[in-house]
């Protein structure tokens, strides 16, 4: 009888801190993000795996250079052009997500030209927008503002900034950040 006791005191338990743990359950959750270095790409997985979510990657169809001084060649011309790169990214279902946690790294003060040809590409109205952002200490820039620009409708929250990949503090911070946006207890 104790072991049986026991046993339901214990499953009664699994399912109550499972229910604490994930605190957005009803809606549909994306997390999407454009990375170069992996930078950007580290901090959506380790959002991807404290919330239920979707994981996607911004990806252009003819992706910039992995030679970093071209790189940032092709990405200024692509700012002096205002040019939307074509994205072999397409989500079917955008319609379904309610909240898009979207990762991108902070060119030139503002968002990456790949990242503004995704958002053009979906009606973000009525949608929660949470940026976040990585950078080599050039903070948020201009980014959540040309976010709030670019999607109008959209309720674009607090941000969350990271310096390159992150210290150690890291998780802390990005746990406190979902707390803040009532993802997670």
Known sequence: ??????FLLAFFSL???????YAQTENRTLVVYFSESGNTCGIA?????LIPSD?????MEHPYSDNYSTLLE???QDLLNNARPPLRTHI???DEY????LGYPNWYAILPMPVYTFLESYNFNGKRIIPFCSHGNGMMGETVSNICKTCPGADVCEALSVT????GSLSDEIQAWLIRHNLIN
């Open 1 to 6: 009888m104790k072991n049986r006791i026991f």
């Open 15 to 21: 399912i109550f801190s499972l229910e604490q743990t």
């Open 45 to 49: 997985e380790r959002i991807h795996v």
């Open 55 to 59: 994981l996607v990657e911004i990806e």
């Open 74 to 76: 092709q990405a200024e």
């Open 92 to 94: 079917e279902n955008m």
């Open 98 to 101: 309610d909240t898009i946690l």
């Open 164 to 167: 390159y990949s992150g210290g």
